[in-house]
């Protein structure tokens, strides 16, 4: 009989040749138990998802209370679901009143596509400027707009129109003209390595948008709910964007996905052709039912309050090593830059057999990744720090 491992390497497909691999019996809080019994400090929450930890028994009560009443009933937008009301109105609740309608998706890539979709079809337009070193999801539009010819290249033709422009470079705003449709940017680069931009710069970005008649699209999908100290990322510039875009940790651990806009640019998709974006499963009603839990406990909780302060815990304690070059952080995504790659995957080796599991960035390699559930308490920090500088 083939093992789980045999089984996961013979017949899932693989997207490396060198995946993690580990085999995970339960994951509660921070932790994670293999199925040999190992305990496993969890600093990446399966990439800014957990944000509650796992298991968080609200959560499961959420889950399992909207399983049992109903799963899915119909397709998107068409009947009355009360977790997807819900959630809207805690959503709406929080933003600005500019982003009062949400179009609730499976996924962070999917709410890309929607809103490249929206924006073109609202300014009739159809250039989109990006960044150089931004990631937005993996298909086809989303692709399109990711900062990196490496992925791009190896599934061209993609979608025309697109330039990519230096994040942080005021003076690269003059490629954004009254061609453009939309800027879709993250406030702060999460896979180039946590690249926060410099003070002025997104208000320069939101003023250069205004002026051209471009909408200026925010991918929070890995900042959002609570990640960087604010619910949203934006909160701190005060930069407000056209359309809001969120996934990840939205779900509390469920796949669901949002973008968010104003009443008046959302409904292009109402007509000409009425049923312009469609999704099966988007909002789906046991992930918002989750995602309304999550929301709740995130600010009863006082959780996001406590972010800034574990991360500079964070920030102190590692900045003690000599190995770490360079700590961006905003919150509790930290990019913590070492001499090498080798460096780095030696580090995350040493801890992963100390019970840690750390990870680098997709457009990074030079940087580990430390970005734990929020509700990692003071005591796990120091417990975590302890084994990174172990092998420092
Ligand atoms: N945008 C950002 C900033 C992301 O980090 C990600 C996922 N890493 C995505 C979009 C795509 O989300 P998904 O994997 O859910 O499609």
Redesign the pocket.
């Known amino acids: 009989m083939l093992s789980n491992r045999q089984i996961f390497l013979q017949s899932l497909a693989q997207t490396s040749d060198g995946p993690l691999a580990l085999e995970i019996e339960y994951a509660k809080g921070v932790e994670m138990y293999t199925t040999d019994h190992r305990r496993i400090l969890d600093l990446i929450s399966g990439?800014s998802v957990s944000n509650l930890g796992h298991s968080h028994p609200e959560i499961v009560a959420a889950v399992q209370d909207q399983a049992a009443k109903h799963m899915h009933l119909m397709v998107y937008g068409e009947i009355i679901q009360s977790p997807q009301t819900r959630l809207a109105d805690l959503l709406t609740s929080l933003l600005p009143s500019s982003l009062n309608n949400v179009y609730l998706v499976n996924?962070?890539?999917e709410a890309?596509e929607g809103a490249l979709k929206i924006a073109k079809k609202f300014t009739n337009r159809t250039e989109i400027v990006a960044f150089d070193k931004a990631?937005?999801?993996?298909t086809h539009g989303?692709l399109s707009v990711m900062g990196c010819g490496t992925f791009r290249n190896a599934y061209l033709p993609l979608l025309p129109g697109i330039s990519h422009i230096d994040f942080n470079e005021i003076s690269a705003l003059t490629h954004i003209t009254e061609k453009t449709a939309a800027v879709i940017i993250?406030p702060v680069q999460?896979?180039a390595g946590v690249h926060i931009p410099s003070p002025g710069y997104l208000q320069a970005l939101r003023q250069r948008c205004s002026e051209t008649g471009a909408l200026l699209i925010f991918?929070e999908?890995?900042t959002g709910m609570g990640r960087t100290g604010s619910m949203f990322n934006f909160e701190q510039s005060g930069v407000v964007p056209d359309i809001l875009l969120l996934?990840?940790a939205l779900g509390a651990g469920m796949p669901l996905?949002a973008f968010i806009s104003s009443t008046e640019i959302m409904q292009v998709i109402m007509n000409n052709p009425a049923l312009g974006h469609i999704t099966t499963f988007g909002g789906h009603p046991v992930c918002c039912a989750a995602a309304c839990a999550g929301i709740e406990i995130l600010t009863r909780d006082a959780i996001v309050e406590q972010v800034e302060d574990k991360g500079a815990l964070f920030q102190s304690l590692l900045s003690k090593s000599p190995l770490f070059k360079e700590i961006r952080r905003t919150g509790l995504l930290m990019a913590c830059e070492m001499e090498s790659p080798e460096k780095v995957q030696q580090l995350i080796k040493y801890c992963l057999e100390h019970g840690l599991l750390l990870d680098w960035f997709l457009f990074d390699s030079e940087s580990i990744r430390i970005a734990p559930p929020l509700i990692i308490s003071d005591e796990e920090i120091e417990e975590a720090c302890s084994i990174i500088l172990q092998q420092c």
């Open positions: 990439i996924s962070g890539s890309v990631y937005h999801g993996s989303a993250e999460a896979e991918d999908i890995q996934a990840k996905g």
